[in-house]
């Protein structure tokens, strides 16, 4: 298995988007990692774009959140959310629209768009196609693709997303699969097979039923090779094995997100990482646009790989912040408070926890 190789001298000449981070601005609280852990979120660093009087509305991020069921309202909104209070300029969930009655009553901060229809809902004339249509008219507006939060396993709602990630593709989009969005790359694994702009992020369970739709075996593999192994069973596409530790890996590359988290495993902290996820996915195409001056010593392999290790530190530290809160009581949206906390934790000179 190889590992993420560090160019340290990357890190000698800080750029205009550079915040200073040193031991001196951890305080004794401050979340626990390892020193790899501490080395690579210097490089994450280098992708966050600064704030600058020049950049205009929509360069920091155009997200849409696909997702949002009758049954499931939560998840969607709980990821574009977290994609907001991250830095994205302009979040967006793509629903049903009994879903999005309910959604638009959470926040007026979010963009809420209708076009999705479950079976039970569909009128006589929708169709995976016709309904699809909508959606993929929107994509000339944003960078970046979440695909699963809410979802649900309705056919009418899994077809219509199977077309919406072929469109994806043809775009050289990137998007992120989670939860029901995970079942099509398990039953229909061509959608992202070879897809290197493609990162699925399961736990545990859905890690398990990934692997079993490829004929893998691992048990006895330690995470990060069982990441590997998944990840080159899928052409390469990066995958971000959720758990104790969070296991990413491209097939190429991998490497460890073990900052402290919190011990609650309530329902919905996924979100959390599907939606900072996607705002380091919108920073890493600012800065493949050059959109701010800096030394472009980032190809976009590695700044997708350091999205997905940014996204999971991120909502580690968030789930670490509010279980020291709540407790035994912490519950999703706990996450969604501690969003803009835990970026400065680790990537500004934060306040002391």
């Known amino acids: ?32 990692m390892s020193q790899s852990t501490k080395d690579i979120l210097l490089k994450v660093r280098k992708m966050i774009p600064p704030m600058l009087e020049k950049f205009h509305k929509g360069q920091m991020g155009r997200v849409a959140v696909i997702g949002g069921s009758e049954d499931y309202t939560g998840a969607p909104y709980f990821s574009a959310m977290a994609s907001a209070r991250l830095g994205c300029d302009m979040s967006h969930v793509i629903c049903e629209p009994q879903a ?39 994509l000339p507006r944003l960078h970046v693709l979440v695909i699963g939060p809410g979802l649900g396993r309705d056919k009418l709602m899994q077809e219509t997303c199977a077309k919406v990630i072929e469109a994806a593709r043809e775009r050289g989009m990137p998007f992120v699969l989670d939860a029901d969005g995970l079942n099509l790359a398990q039953t229909k694994p061509e959608l992202v097979q070879g897809y290197k702009e493609c990162i699925l992020t399961p736990n545990v369970v859905e890690f398990g039923r990934l692997c079993k739709s490829k004929g893998i075996d691992t048990e006895g593999l330690e995470g990060g090779k069982a990441a590997e192994k998944l990840s ?96 035994r009581s912490l519950q999703a949206g706990d996450l969604t408070e ?12 934060g306040p002391k926890l």
């Open 232 to 327: 080159n069973a899928f052409g390469g596409v990066t995958i971000v094995k959720k758990g104790k530790e969070d296991w990413i890996s491209n097939g190429e590359r991998t490497f460890v997100s073990d900052i402290e988290g919190g011990l609650k495993r309530s329902g919905g902290q996924g979100d959390t990482l599907t939606g900072t996820l996607a705002t380091f996915l919108g920073w890493r195409k600012a800065y493949l646009d050059n959109i701010w001056e800096h030394d472009g010593a980032l190809d976009e392999v590695e700044l997708l790989a350091l999205a997905a290790f940014g996204g999971s530190a991120v909502t580690r530290e968030c789930s670490r912040l509010a279980f020291k809160k709540k407790g």
């Open 100 to 138: 999005a009655q309910v959604i638009k009553t959470y926040s007026p901060n979010l963009m809420v768009h209708p076009l999705m229809r479950q079976s039970t809902h569909a009128s006589t004339t929708d169709s995976a196609s016709s309904i699809a249509k909508s959606v993929i008219e929107m």
């Open 1 to 32: 298995m190889a590992s993420l190789h560090l160019n340290l001298s990357l890190l000698e000449a800080p750029t205009t988007a550079q915040l200073p981070l040193s031991p001196s601005s951890m305080s004794s609280e401050s979340p626990k």
């Open 338 to 349: 501690e969003v803009y906390v835990a970026f400065r934790n680790l990537f500004e000179d």
